[in-house]
């Protein structure tokens, strides 16, 4: 991977500031396999429908969720497959099963045996 400039590196990190959120979070993961309205957002996480337009505004500047019309009806859904993979990527992580016993990184404490 290239290295990124102070700009880039940056605009990830705000990605990963927004993301940080729970509830902006939440809502991107409501949106990470079916578009979604306010209204479905809100109720289907118990958030108000101005504090859930508020973290989706943040969360369509950052190109996170893009907005789908339909109609007279706006949907949100991942903005592209990049955001998405990394999403199932992190999720998929975290919910496996792992074992820290082997995946220690202290190799100075990993005498050779005689």
């Known amino acids: 991977m290239r290295l990124l400039s102070s700009e880039q590196v940056a605009d ?3 990605v990963f500031r927004l993301l940080g959120e729970p509830n902006r979070l939440r809502i991107v993961l409501a949106c990470l396999e079916v578009d ?3 209204g479905e957002i809100g109720e289907a996480l118990g958030l108000s429908q101005s504090l859930t337009s508020h973290h989706l505004r943040l969360l369509r500047t950052a ?7 339909n109609g007279r009806h706006v ?3 991942i903005d592209d497959d ?4 990394v999403l199932r990527n992190m999720v ?3 919910t496996e ?3 820290h016993a ?3 990184h202290n190799h100075a404490e990993e005498e050779p045996e005689p």
């Open 36 to 38: 979604r309205t306010v």
């Open 102 to 104: 082997h995946h220690t």
């Open 92 to 94: 998929a992580h975290l």
């Open 82 to 85: 990049h955001v998405r993979d």
């Open 63 to 69: 190109r996170i969720l893009r907005a789908v019309r």
């Open 75 to 77: 949907a949100y859904a």
């Open 97 to 99: 099963p792992h074992d």
């Open 12 to 14: 990830v990190a705000e």
